[in-house]
Structures are given as C-alpha cells and as structure tokens.
C-alpha cells in the first residue's frame, strides 16, 4: 500500500483553503432570530390591483402598510402599528379599490359593575376598524356611545358577509344585553346587523 505524504506547500493550500471557507461561512443568527415574526406577513391585492396591504414586523411592532403598485412613484403608507402586547392585529381586508377593515384583538377583564376593578373575569375582546389607504378615516366602527348602557359586546369582529352591497356595508353578527343596562344577567340577544363600512352606522336586520 503507497502511504500518502503531503507536504508543506500542500498543508500550506489546505490552511488557505480553510480559511476562505472561514470567511465565506455565514454568521451565526442570535437565538430569537428563529423565532420572531417574518419581516412580510399576509401581502392582500385590493380589488382593482393597484395597492398591496401587508403587515410589516419590526422589533416587535406590527405595522398595516399599504403600497401603490398601480402609480409611478410606488407611494408606500402606514396605517396603524400594534405593539403585540396591549393589542394585536386579526386579520384585515379590502371592502373597496381604496378601503380597509382591520380586526384588532386586546385583553380585557368583564365585571358586572362598570364602577368597580375589584374581581371579574379576564378576556380578549376585539373590535373592528375603517380605514382608507392612504391612511385617513381611520374609525372604530362600534363606537361605546351606540350601545345601551356600559355593557360592550366583547366580540365585535364577527363578520358573515363581507359584499352585501359593493363594499359599501358589511353584515355583522354581535351579540347585545336584551333591554338591559346591567349586562348579561338580562340575557342576550344575538342578532344580525348592517353596519356602514365608513361611518359605521347599524341597522338591525335579522334575530
């Protein structure tokens, strides 16, 4: 059997060649590098193709972006930005070429008396905004002052059709205190509502 013998130029190549593959070696990524948000998340078309929405994640911030593929100058918008902590986004959709609804999410607590802290219960409630692209009217749909006393419907995101009329409204399902200003001690009365995509005006339509 021959016997290999490298020599010093041969360990001198094989020392160079080790150190390009040291240098071209990627850097080690930090341990939360694995387990963060992607950079881009849900990229949506508006109806006519000429926006993208899309959340952008950055150090722990999530941003709604809107950007104008449709004009020369690509104009790029932010709409609104949650910290992931005291309040996170849904979902969102176009209900027009120019208008978004945005679903966020937030922990709560629920107490039979609106005067106290003291005890209750722990939740996530939701609510639903308007929002147009280049980021004005922005609008909490389901304001507090249009419902029957203090008691909110914890839920408010739940949206069974989305086109009753060409973007202009959406059909809403939200469950409400039956004339009562104490809550659900009354009972509930889940029901069907038509809301204004822009206003957010409601109308009853179905129990």
Known sequence: MKSWYC?????????????????????????????ARPLVQRPTLSPDGQKVAM???????TTIVVQDIGAANGKRTS???TDNIESAFRWFRWVSDDRLLISTIFPSKRTQNSNSTAGGIR?????????????SQITNLLKPT????????????????????????????????????????????????SVDVETGARYHVHS
């Open 7 to 35: 020599g010093p130029i041969c360990i001198a190549l094989l020392h160079g060649a080790l150190s390009l593959t040291s240098a071209w070696a990627a850097p080690r990524l930090p341990l939360e590098a694995f387990a």
């Open 146 to 193: 249009t419902f029957k006393g203090y008691w909110l419907p914890q839920i408010q995101d739940r949206v069974i059709d989305f086109e009753p009329d060409s973007g202009k409204h959406v059909l809403l399902s939200l469950s409400v205190p039956q004339d009562s200003l104490q809550g659900p001690s009354s009972g509930w009365d889940p029901a069907v509502y």
């Open 123 to 135: 939740t996530y409630d939701t609510r639903l905004l308007s929002a147009k692209s280049d980021g």
């Open 79 to 81: 709409l609104m930005s």
């Open 55 to 61: 959340l952008v994640n950055n150090q722990g911030t």
